[in-house]
């Protein structure tokens, strides 16, 4: 079974800081994606991460793919308040067929950067 | 552009009656897809659509969810008769599946309590 693991589950942050979240995935994949969540709202894509090594920034946030480790990062550079929300891993699963398009989540990461 | 579509936007009833959720994807995704949002299990893939036709059902939880996309512009999530733990945010999803991955849109979820 596939598993979707993210850390920490919970991130309490000034601004001006720099972290890391962490999602770690138990089987073979190539494909992930990072979400982000208001409260109440819907989910907003952020990234797609294709390969090994893929790297993708947007604003101050950056996330990697390292598919041999089964690790994606999600870097937060110089937090601001306006980045406070759930922030969420997605593996796709493969099959035989390869990629099914069939995503498991993270558990999500809750981010409150305090001024 | 209208993104995906979900109606009602919060839905109270009573154990025991039936609740239909409805979903309208963005127009030529051909991909579908149903998700439930608890704090206990988090974001739970239900169900899958290609092409209108059903995939992967296996995160349905019981026989008393059924979920139909009689067209490319519609899909149907049917709880009968739901119970008070059916109640969660239930979220669809719509993408194109295509040579290169997509991402996943969200509707704005559909807000359900049983009572």
């Known amino acids: 079974e596939l598993k979707v693991e993210q850390n920490p589950l919970f991130l309490s942050m000034q601004e001006g800081k720099n972290y890391t979240i962490y999602c770690n995935y138990s089987?073979?994949?190539?494909?992930l994606y990072w979400y982000r969540q208001d409260p109440g709202k819907s989910l907003e894509s952020l990234f797609v991460?294709?390969?090994?090594?893929a790297v993708k920034q947007e604003g101050r946030l950056m996330a990697s793919l390292d598919t041999k480790a089964r690790l994606s990062t999600l870097h937060i550079t110089a937090a601001v308040h306006d980045l406070s929300a759930t922030y969420f891993c997605?593996?796709?699963?493969?099959?035989?067929?390869?990629?099914?398009?069939?995503?498991?989540f993270g558990t999500g990461t809750l981010l409150a950067v305090q001024p | 552009d209208a993104g995906v579509i979900q109606s009602p936007r919060h839905e109270v009833t009573e154990m025991g009656q039936e609740v239909t959720l409805r979903c309208k994807p963005i127009?030529?995704?051909?991909?579908l897809f149903w998700y439930r949002q608890t704090m206990m299990r988090g974001l739970e893939l239900l169900i899958y659509?290609?092409?209108?036709?059903?995939?992967?059902d296996s995160g349905m939880p019981e026989d008393r969810f059924s979920a139909k996309m009689p067209n490319a512009s519609f899909s149907t999530l049917k709880i009968q008769p739901s119970e008070p733990r059916d109640s969660a945010v239930y979220f669809c999803?719509?993408?194109?599946?295509?040579?290169?991955?997509?991402?996943?849109?969200f509707g704005d979820g559909t807000r359900l309590s049983i009572l």
């Open positions: 999803a719509s993408s194109l599946r295509d040579i290169l991955p997509q991402p996943q849109h």
């Open positions: 089987t073979t994949s190539d494909r």
């Open positions: 991460l294709l390969s090994n090594g």
């Open positions: 997605a593996v796709d699963i493969r099959n035989y067929g390869g990629a099914t398009n069939k995503l498991i």
């Open positions: 127009s030529g995704h051909n991909s």
């Open positions: 659509f290609n092409n209108n036709v059903p995939i992967d």
